[in-house]
């Protein structure tokens, strides 16, 4: 079994694929099957979340790279940007991840919140697409500007300062005996 406790450049290329759904790709120590076959165990800082292109480092220097699984998934799709943005705050309001793109917004299956949106004005369909939302206020930027993710350190940040989420000396370190 390939094991992996870190991240690659970005740029690295990557000798296998790990293709996940949202709910998998949450959690930040678990067992998973690469599309080889092989098996590899991860263990990253608490609140990570695995994001589509992530490259993950084995300790035998292999290079695996995340892909977001194609899931069923709700879409609010619409050229009105007031209207998008009104949808963006309602779910935001009640704490959704939320895949945003500049005439769509994408969020996993919830009847409740569909009729919400559709009592706003909202055009609501089902799609089936892989999801990739927004990391949250305390985690990286969205694709594209920075190598960083949820919950991971900042350059120059001090990981041992104890109101730094997920970190900290409350924290105990990874054990590889998780896995079994």
């Given at each position: 079994?390939?094991?992996?406790?870190?991240?690659?450049?970005?740029?690295?290329?990557?000798?296998?694929?790990?293709?996940?759904?949202?709910?998998?790709?949450?959690?930040?120590?678990?067992?998973?099957?690469?599309?080889?076959?092989?098996?590899?165990?991860?263990?990253?800082?608490?609140?990570t979340v695995l994001k589509h292109g992530d490259r993950l480092l084995?300790?035998?220097?292999?290079?695996?790279?995340?892909?977001?699984?194609?899931?069923?998934?709700?879409?609010?799709?619409?050229?009105?940007?007031?209207?998008?943005?009104?949808a963006a705050y309602h779910l935001g309001n009640r704490h959704v991840?939320?895949?945003?793109?500049?005439?769509?917004?994408?969020?996993?299956?919830?009847?409740?919140?569909?009729?919400?949106?559709?009592?706003?004005g909202c055009p609501v369909s089902e799609v089936e697409a892989p999801?990739?939302?927004?990391?949250?206020?305390?985690?990286?930027?969205?694709?594209?500007?920075?190598?960083?993710?949820?919950?991971?350190?900042?350059?120059?940040?001090?990981?041992?300062?104890?109101?730094?989420?997920?970190?900290?000396?409350?924290?105990?370190?990874?054990?590889?005996?998780?896995?079994?």
């Amino acid at each position: 079994m390939l094991f992996a406790e870190s991240f690659a450049d970005a740029e690295t290329p990557a000798s296998d694929r790990l293709v996940l759904p949202y709910e998998v790709r949450r959690k930040s120590r678990q067992r998973v099957t690469l599309l080889s076959g092989e098996e590899l165990g991860y263990v990253l800082p608490s609140g990570t979340v695995l994001k589509h292109g992530d490259r993950l480092l084995t300790g035998n220097g292999l290079v695996v790279v995340v892909e977001a699984a194609s899931e069923v998934l709700l879409e609010v799709r619409t050229d009105d940007s007031l209207l998008l943005g009104r949808a963006a705050y309602h779910l935001g309001n009640r704490h959704v991840p939320v895949q945003l793109d500049q005439r769509f917004l994408r969020f996993q299956p919830d009847h409740v919140l569909a009729e919400m949106l559709r009592g706003l004005g909202c055009p609501v369909s089902e799609v089936e697409a892989p999801f990739d939302p927004e990391g949250g206020a305390y985690g990286a930027p969205a694709h594209g500007h920075a190598p960083t993710h949820d919950y991971r350190p900042l350059p120059g940040a001090d990981v041992n300062e104890a109101h730094h989420p997920g970190h900290g000396p409350h924290r105990s370190p990874a054990k590889i005996h998780e896995f079994k």
